[in-house]
């Protein structure tokens, strides 16, 4: 999305086309990158899954990998990337990350859904996210929404992954995140916000129990 920022910002409205030399380049750029290597290989559910993520300003961006049995290398099957809108360029650093992952695993929910996976990250961000005592109603979309994924997460060492082709295979820790405690962190953003979806979904938590589907009507 960042190389292909001044292509797409000359279809926005009321923008006069104008292919330039900014435009040019751009487009060469993504010319030589799309006929270059890896090749994406076919998904195959019976395959070990990784999803790498990386944001930053401009943009977050998701490979969606499976480790061949072959030559026991990760290859893509899937990308990923988005511009950030003006709103999202206002999120922290930590909320940006949290955003890729989240974004990813909406993108990639058909591949992702009743598969164990790994989700590989600059992990403090989403850590921070989810470990959150006081839970905005923006976050707390996002908690529900991974509660349907069987997933761990590993962390790369670093301040910001530039590219989610570069992440590093040097040793690093795992982690899971527990959600044990996410259902009265969900009731209290719920109790401090007047979003209308999650004052529907008040009832199910005095039950007891709770939905995942409920995230897909998420504003």
Excluded at 96 to 109: D, G, H, T
Excluded at 138 to 166: C, K, N, P, Q
């Amino acid at each position: 999305s960042t190389i292909a920022r001044p292509l797409s910002d000359l279809l926005k409205k009321d923008r006069k086309f104008k292919f330039g030399e900014e435009e040019r380049i751009s487009f060469n750029q993504l010319k030589l990158i799309l006929a270059e290597k890896p090749v994406l290989r076919i998904y195959n559910p019976n395959y070990e899954t990784e999803l790498h993520t990386d944001a930053s300003l401009e943009g977050y961006r998701a490979i969606l990998k499976q480790k061949s049995p072959d030559d026991k290398n990760f290859h893509p099957t899937y990308y990923m990337s988005t511009k950030t809108t003006d709103a999202e360029k206002k999120y922290s650093s930590y909320e940006l990350e949290a955003l890729a992952v989240i974004e990813a695993v909406k993108k990639f929910r058909v591949y992702l859904l009743g598969i164990p996976f790994k989700i590989v990250t600059d992990c403090s961000a989403l850590e921070k996210t989810m470990q959150k005592e006081d839970l905005v109603t923006r976050v707390a979309r996002w908690a529900l929404l991974l509660e349907e994924f069987d997933y761990v997460i590993e962390h790369r060492s670093g301040t910001r992954m530039t590219h989610v082709d570069a992440l590093s295979r040097s040793p690093i820790n795992i982690f899971c995140i527990s959600f044990d405690n996410i259902l009265p962190r969900l009731k209290s953003a719920q109790d401090s916000d007047c979003c209308s979806w999650l004052s529907a979904i008040s009832p199910i938590f005095d039950n007891g129990f709770t939905t995942p589907s409920l995230a897909a009507h998420a504003p």
